[in-house]
């Protein structure tokens, strides 16, 4: 227990240094969001105006005094172009991409753990080399180029599943399913690529280690072998499928972008583009909250695969 | 015998029962949009972004329309007058308007919002400095009082983009004007769902069932606007490729703006048809604050060397979307359409021009064009922009930086070598340009603020004569004085015109009587 909440304080000044770094990144960065609000026509008095009324124009210091003033009471801002809450905006893409990233995580892992136990226990045969090959194709591809051939040929040449759009769960499970099938196996294939790679090596390292050959010895049969070596294999899994997840937050912009998927890499992007700094100053302190929040989890997660760990 | 005649009965009951049920369940109406970009701004008076007008004409109503002739008509007035010396104006507005809150229109409204525009706009500013003063004298009667006469008073009213005069709740319209309003209560054909609304995603409309219809069949954006469409859904599809395979699949009707690159492919598809979506021109602003481009000549030297027709070839367009050549700073087919001046630059001329740029004088000043890497079109422009300049001896320094970056660069007065500039390109829609005063890169009066400062006392004093004068002969002979002027002075280069293109599910009705230049979606049923 002291550990985590050691750990868990540890992530303080983490988080302090994401926010300074964030808010120097973007402000100092070129660019003006009162120039774009204003438009193409605008005057340079109508942009300083306009640069006055949203409090751009206050020394750096003092934004970024207000702005984490705020965070503290739990009020991430209102974004300059929408005047939406930040809160709300959040709430609006978190669905989407979560998601995602569970259900990428989902196909991920049915498929890439036996695919790379399979490969590793079959080693050098052409079972192996088949797997290998299927990973390497999928992790060169480019994300967008596989995403359009999706849809050309289950959405377009097969009217399977929806081109575009997302569904809330809400609005029914099926919908939901049928929405997120096409981005989700787009972005799985790069993840079951490397999680394949990772639990082959991993479980080949494994499968040479001496209680291996004594259990295979004792006459244990396939599975039971493989059972004893995927648990000791399990930590760099664990440990690649959890830097996948923090990645998927945070990196799912391709794939919601060809699927016109609201999900939050999207809203980033859109608010990098258009200096929206509340939002992407949010947005930002939360994914480094969470990628923070996930290693913690897995390292916690070892003690679950190997007793002997203690903290 | 009885149990059959009694089940016959009772699932004749149950088939009636189910009757309004079924007319109940019949879903609505809905027009999918694939938008040209995000709503950001719900403001059309806050901004000039395109996206912000298009949503303006969707919920509010103005006092006049332009038809699709062009001509001012009356839209939310019932009738007006005006006197001999045209100082006095009064308008009437029509019975029963009402807005979306059921709210009645009065013309204390009109005013109020009337106010609010002549702060912003160029129209109402000019209107403002021949001292209009606007007065509500009854519920339904609003008067205008200038000191001088006024030209374009109706064409003020009907302004269709840059702050088109869109009539608000006088509560809302009297907010102050330092940042958006984000209220939107109109009294236009559609109602915005604010509780549907996804920034970056999807913005929602409704049918207006307070809209008051004329009974003038819809022209332009006049006439009637009543609508069969339940509910309008703007979809933002960032990536063309989705957008178009949406479309294909008929999971959207109609792309607003088609990516140039999709419009021959999607000819050959029998499912879709493809519809001008209104003229464009390209320009290339000049800073003419430094060096070089603060000498005329050399201006007039880089004039003197675009090809426009390669300058929008480049940008994609196909052949039949794309002019070879337009003389006028107005858009050319429009009603201000002249090729008064452009007789010496008609033919690109690169010896010309390399010979004129020597006789200006041009000592190999670095020549610093900021490049937008993020907009396909605009880097195509300014790429041909880089190889127009090289190719006549400019010294060309082209930076590549984003939209955002260029928006608040080009506002800086500062040399080019100490984070200004030299030039940069963009677009401009016909609404935007085809008058000497909505076309504001004309605006050459000195200590302006508009990027690029343009400065020329006889270009100003042409664009204030043609402004206030109301004899059309005059005002035509003025124009082409203007225009002449303009070729002289350069205030910037006209890149060449192409029509953008709308792409639609062709089992959509009433796409022939849509406006080109104005998604004028109500007029669509499907």
């Known amino acids: ?311 | 015998m009885k149990r059959r005649t009694l089940a016959a009965l009772a699932a004749l009951a149950l088939s009636a029962a189910s009757l309004p049920a079924l007319a109940q369940t019949t879903p609505p109406k809905t027009l999918k949009v694939v938008a040209h970009a995000d709503l950001k701004i719900l403001d059309p008076t806050f901004t000039t972004a395109y996206i912000s007008r298009n949503f303006g004409h969707m919920v509010y109503d103005t006092l006049f329309a332009q038809d699709a002739t062009g001509k001012p008509q009356p839209q939310m007035v019932e009738k007006y007058t005006t006197s001999k010396d045209g100082k006095q104006w009064s308008f009437t507005l029509r019975p029963g308007l009402k807005f979306s809150d059921g709210a009645a229109v009065t013309s204390a409204d009109a005013v109020a919002s009337l106010q609010r525009w002549a702060a912003r706009d160029s129209l109402g500013r000019a209107m403002t400095g021949v001292g209009a003063e606007w007065k509500a004298t009854d519920a339904r009667t609003l008067t205008l009082t200038l000191n001088e006469p006024f030209g374009m008073v109706l064409d003020a009213l009907a302004k269709p983009s840059g702050f088109p005069p869109v009539i608000l709740p006088e509560r809302i319209a009297k907010l102050p004007a330092a940042s958006p309003l984000t209220e939107v209560v109109g009294s236009g054909p559609f109602i915005f769902k604010r509780d549907e609304w996804v920034p970056g995603n999807k913005t929602v409309f409704v049918r207006n069932p307070n809209y008051v219809a004329r009974s003038e069949p819809p022209s332009g954006l006049a006439g009637s606007k009543k609508t069969t469409l339940d509910r309008v859904e703007w979809l933002y599809l960032p990536d063309a490729n989705s957008a178009v395979s949406a479309l294909k699949r008929g999971e959207v009707d109609y792309i607003e703006q088609l990516a140039p690159d999709y419009i021959a492919p999607l000819r050959t598809d029998s499912n879709i048809k493809i519809g001008s979506g209104g003229a464009y021109q390209g320009f290339l602003v000049m800073n003419q604050l430094h060096a070089p481009f603060d000498n005329p000549k050399v201006r007039q030297a880089l004039l003197q060397a675009v090809n426009q027709e390669r300058f929008v070839a480049a940008m994609g367009f196909p052949l039949d979307m794309r002019m070879a050549y337009c003389a006028t700073y107005f858009i050319c087919g429009s009603p201000n359409d002249t090729s008064a001046g452009a007789e010496p630059f008609r033919k690109a001329d690169v010896a010309k021009a390399k010979k004129m740029l020597a006789d200006a004088g041009y000592k190999g000043e670095k020549v610093v064009l900021m490049v937008p890497s993020d907009v396909p079109y605009l880097n195509a422009e300014a790429l041909m922009a880089a190889q127009t300049m090289k190719s006549i001896g400019l010294n060309v320094d082209a930076q590549t930086m984003d939209w955002a970056s260029i928006g608040a660069r080009r506002a800086k007065r500062d040399a080019p070598d100490a984070g200004g500039w030299n030039i940069y390109v963009t677009v401009a829609g016909e609404f935007d340009v085809n008058s000497p005063i909505s076309n504001a890169y004309l605006g050459a009066a000195c200590g302006n603020t508009l990027p690029g400062w343009p400065c020329d006392k006889k270009l100003d004093e042409l664009r204030t004569a043609w402004l206030k004068e109301t004899v059309p002969a005059k005002r035509k002979e003025l124009l082409d004085a203007f225009q002449t002027r303009a070729y002289e002075a350069v205030p910037y280069i006209n890149a060449g015109q192409y029509s953008a293109a709308f792409a639609a599910r062709a089992s959509l009705k009433g796409l022939d009587k849509m406006w080109a230049g104005m998604p004028t979606v109500w007029v669509l049923d499907k």
């Open chain 1, 1 to 311: 227990m002291g550990y985590i909440v050691r750990r868990f304080l540890s992530t303080l000044p983490v988080m302090a240094v994401v926010a300074v770094v964030v808010f120097l990144l973007i402000h100092l960065s070129p660019g003006d969001p009162a120039a774009l609000i204003a438009g193409d026509l605008a005057t340079t008095e109508d942009i300083d105006k306009l640069r006055a009324a949203l409090g751009l124009n206050l020394p750096l210091w003092q934004q970024f005094g207000l702005w984490i003033g705020k965070i503290f009471t739990g009020d991430l801002g209102t974004s300059i172009f929408t005047q939406v809450p930040v809160t709300q905006l959040l709430g609006q893409r978190l669905e989407p991409t979560v998601s995602i990233a569970a259900l990428t995580m989902l196909i991920t892992l049915v498929t890439a753990v036996p695919l790379g136990t399979l490969a590793a226990y079959f080693a050098g045969t052409w079972i192996d080399r088949l797997v290998m090959l299927f990973a390497v194709l999928a992790f060169s591809v480019p994300v967008f180029l596989i995403g359009y051939l999706l849809v050309y040929t289950f959405a377009v040449q097969l009217p399977w599943f929806p081109v575009q759009g997302y569904v809330n769960f809400s609005e029914g499970p099926g919908a939901w399913l049928r929405a997120l099938v096409l981005p989700c196996v787009n972005l799985a294939l790069v993840y079951i690529a490397l999680v394949t790679r990772m639990t082959r090596a991993t479980v080949l390292e494994v499968l040479h280690e001496d209680y291996i050959r004594t259990a295979r010895a004792k006459g244990l049969g396939v599975l039971p072998v493989l059972g004893h070596a995927l648990r000791n294999a399990a930590i760099p899994i664990a440990t690649t499928i959890g830097a996948g997840i923090a990645l998927l937050i945070g990196g799912v912009v391709v794939t919601e972008t060809v699927f016109a998927i609201p999900g939050v890499g999207r809203l980033v992007i859109d608010s990098v583009q258009r200096h929206d700094y509340p939002v992407i100053q949010s947005v930002l302190l939360l994914s480094a909250g969470v990628y923070v929040l996930i290693n913690l989890l897995i390292d916690l997660s070892y003690r679950l695969f190997d007793p002997r760990i203690q903290y």
